[in-house]
């Protein structure tokens, strides 16, 4: 069975991400939704709540799970058994920076091979800082995160707002 990664921040989860792990569940044994503890970057969200909403969004996918990581990408994949890493295709901005990450991970671990996946067309525009932007300035987010963790997000934006006025 091929053990594939999808990792990222899902700072929140969008539809975007969720298209990409649909797809890649129909094509693997097993898909691993990985969220990234990222020192250097403040998250919205704690990495417990990102994985609650993934864990929640991933109910119904029999071969899907949710599971968190620190350090290197493909040490991870290596405890895990995967030999899949899927990342995302919106533009030439993912792909410059997709093609070094990929060249890396190659050069430490060459049995773990990179797949990138397009976007949907629906989704090019869509990645969680722009639901955040949008979420902020009140606009509505309902085609661009699953209706499970909308109020979710709409919530936790709220707060932070409220907290960054004093
Ligand atoms: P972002 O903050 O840019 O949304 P993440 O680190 O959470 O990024 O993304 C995790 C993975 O999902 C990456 O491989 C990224 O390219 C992919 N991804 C995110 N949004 C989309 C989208 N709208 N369409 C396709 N892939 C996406």
Do not use: W
């Not at 990664?5 to 899902?10: A, K, Q, R, Y």
């Not at 970057?41 to 071969?63: D, I």
């Not at 792909?95 to 989704?123: C, G, S, W």
């Amino acid at each position: 069975m091929t053990i594939a990664i999808c990792p990222g921040s899902f700072d929140p989860p969008t539809n975007g991400h969720l298209d990409i792990i649909g797809r890649a569940s129909r094509i693997f044994g097993k898909v691993i939704v990985a969220v990234l503890e990222n020192q250097r970057k403040t998250p919205l969200f704690s990495v417990n709540e990102r994985v609650m909403m993934l864990k929640r969004l991933m109910t119904s996918y029999q071969n899907v799970e949710v599971d968190s990581f620190q350090g290197l990408l493909v040490d991870y994949a290596r405890l895990k058994n995967a030999t899949v890493l899927i990342k995302g295709l919106r533009g030439m901005g993912d792909f410059e920076y997709e093609l070094q990450m990929a060249l890396v991970n190659r050069k430490l671990a060459p049995q773990v091979e990179t797949l990138f996946m397009i976007t949907n067309n629906d989704y090019s525009y869509l990645s969680s800082s722009i639901v955040k932007e949008i979420a902020a300035y009140g606009g509505d987010i309902s085609a661009l995160v699953p209706a499970e963790i909308r109020d979710l997000v709409l919530q936790k934006i709220r707060a932070n707002d409220e907290k960054q006025q004093f």
